[in-house]
């Protein structure tokens, strides 16, 4: 829901009659996250102006148009999200004599803040959001952003001027704009795939983290508060975890879980699901038509490679809930039409292939409805990827052997040669996975390299894992959460290994992914799965509700069963993916032959061409599948061509 850009004119360089317009201008650059309305403000005294683009979803009147200001002319908010809790919350606040011109949440949230203060008002919030609020009384700008980071927020200053916002674009309208890439956050880039939390791809550019307050005054902050701290409270539940029945497990997840789908459901306009036939969210999808009058709408989209089409489990899904069920094939062209728009839609670049089908759905179901619920997040709250029982095997492996052994294998893995594990290579089943035996093998070495299990973690995980000598002038900034922050207070390693995710590839990846990707056509996706008690909950159970007899998400499947018949439930899980390593070879040669030239990135600068032309021509043969890293590549190389006008090289 929304989006909004504004800056403070330190040095008064944009004339007082001319900052509102500037402001109008640069929330106009996304005006795909607010088709609906507009409208901009400044206060002169401060030299400061913010602009608004609205996305009708909870009052559609214009009481509830922002920029919105208190009745007592104090304090003035742009605000993009959704308070789900707000009708308790107006309530409460009406009792306590607040007079309400709309029934918007915006409205809810001015108010609170002005009754309760900013910290107390905070803690009662329930939702997805990105504030901006502006105090006139002390001419001091709050930003502020939900408790998993489901709504993007950038701040930073460039040379004297003091930029916010939703999406990086707006800035480029502004005369003081002056970018430059961050080359160490192009280097972490190429580590996960996605520029990490707070960094941005530009320097003086950085994002407000997930549960931050930011408190700013004459461009310099002056105050930083995390108002929901996730670690202590993710160590505090691992020191007490709950002693439950797996009937009391399950009735509390179904509780919680009910109460966010049914404040998700609100909505003045029309309202459906993503459906792709797997646990999180047929769950979601279940629950919501339990919840309904009337029959959900539901979206997917299928693909013609049999290999990588869920639709048919969507579609069985759908017939037994009684959906009303929209499909979409979607054939290699459809695919290829959209990828050169990823650069528009992620202002970053970021290299999740996921985007695409994301994208293509989000335009499919924006169709229909303005609102979609997903089930994004199980995996990181139930333990669903695999990569959680990889790091557990591996960690009691490696702790198992003593170090002189430990030490002698991963040095046969790092110094043994490729044409070695060529010859092996055909005697290892293809379930054991499906890169290089010799890349697995050299991955393997890394992981054993590594004392902490966060450091194998981040191996496997990562994309490129010397990123350093992939980016010219580029060093990994640092992070406490990878070099162990969490191991003395949370000792299970598959929990700990969640808990990263939850704070890195869930908010940085998975949201930004969904955000951008509906917001590009003007579809707010909301995820029950992210409501802060889930997640909470989540922390405080025991493995044994995540893995069990075999399988991951147990309990989230239990639930699922009350719904869906275990046919539907118990079968090898797909992924939201397209044949990307077989187009590379095929339909997307030439784009990617283009954007990899040697001779193209040497005079970019930015990049050391070896490496990546190594890795393509083996990808191209076929002795080799590096889709992934490729496309960590081509997803930079097609963002820079895109913003090269904006991009200048240190």
Not at 545 to 561: M, P, T, V, Y
Request: glycine share 6%; net charge neutral.
């Amino acid at each position: 829901m929304c989006g909004f850009s504004g800056f403070i004119d330190l040095a008064q360089g944009i004339p007082e009659t001319n900052r509102a317009d500037l402001a109008m201008q640069m929330a106009n650059a996304i005006a795909h996250r607010g088709p609906d309305d507009a409208d901009s403000w400044c206060d002169p005294s401060a030299n400061y102006a913010v602009g608004f683009r609205r996305l009708s979803i909870i009052d559609l009147s214009v009481a509830g148009r922002q920029p919105m200001m208190t009745a007592s002319g104090r304090f003035v908010i742009v605000f993009n999200g959704e308070v789900y809790n707000a009708p308790d919350l107006r309530r409460e606040l009406e009792r306590r004599g607040a007079i309400f011109r709309g029934h918007s949440d915006t409205e809810v949230v001015l108010n609170a803040f002005e009754r309760w203060g900013i910290e107390r008002s905070l803690h009662r919030f329930n939702g997805m959001f990105a504030i901006a609020l502006w105090d006139l009384a002390e001419r001091k700008l709050s930003l502020i952003r939900d408790r998993l980071g489901k709504k993007p927020l950038y701040y930073g200053q460039i040379g004297k001027t003091f930029f916010f916002g939703s999406q990086l674009k707006s800035f480029f309208c502004h005369p003081d704009w002056r970018s430059e890439i961050d080359r160490d956050s192009l280097a972490a880039y190429f580590r996960f795939g996605y520029v990490p939390c707070p960094h941005s791809i530009y320097k003086g550019i950085a994002k407000v983290r997930p549960a931050e307050w930011i408190e700013i005054h004459d461009g310099q902050v002056i105050r930083r508060k995390t108002y929901w701290d996730a670690r202590e409270r993710a160590a505090n539940f691992s020191r007490s975890p709950l002693q439950l029945s797996d009937a009391a497990a399950l009735t509390r997840l179904k509780g919680l879980l009910e109460d966010a789908v049914r404040e998700r459901l609100i909505s003045d306009v029309p309202l459906g699901a993503f459906l792709s036939g797997g646990i999180d969210s047929s769950t979601i999808v279940a629950l919501m038509q339990t919840l309904s009058p009337n029959r959900v709408q539901t979206f997917s989209v299928g693909f013609e490679e049999p290999q990588y089409d869920e639709s048919k489990y969507a579609r069985a899904v759908a017939a037994h809930l009684g959906t009303e069920h929209h499909e979409l094939r979607v054939s290699p062209k459809d695919s290829l039409e959209f990828i050169p728009k990823m650069p528009i839609y992620y202002d970053e670049p970021f290299a999740d292939a996921s985007q695409i089908p994301t994208c293509i759905l989000s335009q499919f179901a924006r169709g229909h409805v303005t609102v979609a619920l997903s089930g994004d997040a199980g995996d990181e709250l139930f333990a669903g990827y695999s990569r959680y029982q990889m790091i557990d095997t591996i960690s009691k492996v490696a702790n198992l052997l003593p170090d002189p052994v430990r030490k002698l294998t991963q040095r046969l893995l790092m110094s043994a040669p490729d044409a070695a594990f060529r010859v092996l290579e055909q005697f290892v089943p293809a379930k054991y996975g499906s890169s290089p035996l010799q890349s697995r093998a050299r991955t393997l070495g890394a992981l054993l390299n590594n004392n902490l299990e966060e450091g194998m973690f981040r191996a496997i995980v990562g994309q490129w894992n010397d990123p350093q000598l992939l980016v010219r002038g580029g060093c990994e900034p640092p992070d406490d959460l990878w070099g162990g922050a969490m191991r003395d207070k949370m000792n299970d390693v598959v929990q700990r290994m969640q808990f990263i995710d939850t704070l890195t590839y869930l908010p940085d990846d998975i949201l930004v992914k969904v955000d951008r990707a509906g917001m590009s056509v003007g579809l707010e996706v909301r995820v029950p799965l992210t409501d802060y008690r889930l997640v909470e909950y989540s922390w405080q159970l025991p493995r044994r509700f995540k893995f069990r007899h075999g399988k991951q998400k147990w309990l989230l499947r239990e639930l699922l069963r009350r719904y869906l018949p275990d046919t539907l439930i118990d079968r090898p899980k797909i992924g939201f993916m397209f044949p990307l390593a077989e187009w590379l070879r095929g339909p997307l040669r030439d784009w990617a032959e283009n954007l990899l030239d040697a001779k193209r990135m040497e005079s970019e600068g930015f990049l050391n061409p070896g490496p990546i032309r190594e890795k393509w021509l083996q990808h191209l043969s076929g002795q080799a599948n590096w889709q992934y890293r490729l496309w960590c590549v081509l997803m930079f190389q097609a963002w820079l061509r895109h913003w090269e006008h904006q991009v200048r090289s240190a």
